[in-house]
Nanobody, 115 residues
Framework: QVQLVESGGGLVQAGGSLRLSCAASGNIFNILIMGWYRQVPGKQRELVATITNGDNTNYAESVKGRFTISRDNAKNTVALQMHSLKPEDTAVYYC?????????WGQGTQVTVSS
């Protein structure tokens, strides 16, 4: 099994910054992509950013230029640096890991941006 543990969420004012971190442990092998998704009540979970083993990144249009995803393959961690946060960024953020078998999800961390 694979465990993903997120940290770094919280409450911040609009225009502020937060950094989310995710550590993967357990039976980790053949990781293809790590990333972050977010979800608000009543809506589908949506992609925020992903990063491949080769450090190719993909961002949602709404966060381009404000968020940066990075990973440390040696430590099996992925981070999301968020700047210029907006109230519409408020959501539960989930860490995701994809290997050749399946997706794994963290428990989620709440990010709340006040106006």
């Amino acid at each position: 099994q694979v465990q993903l543990v997120e940290s770094g969420g919280g409450l911040v004012q609009a225009g502020g910054s937060l950094r989310l971190s995710c550590a993967a442990s357990g039976n980790i092998f053949n990781i293809l992509i790590m990333g972050w998704y977010r979800q608000v009540p009543g809506k589908q979970r949506e992609l925020v950013a992903t990063i491949t083993n080769g450090d190719n990144t993909n961002y949602a249009e709404s966060v381009k230029g404000r968020f940066t995803i990075s990973r440390d393959n040696a430590k099996n961690t992925v981070a999301l640096q968020m700047h210029s946060l907006k109230p519409e960024d408020t959501a539960v953020y989930y860490c995701n890991l994809k290997n050749i078998i399946r997706d794994y999800w963290g428990q989620g961390t709440q990010v709340t941006v006040s106006s």
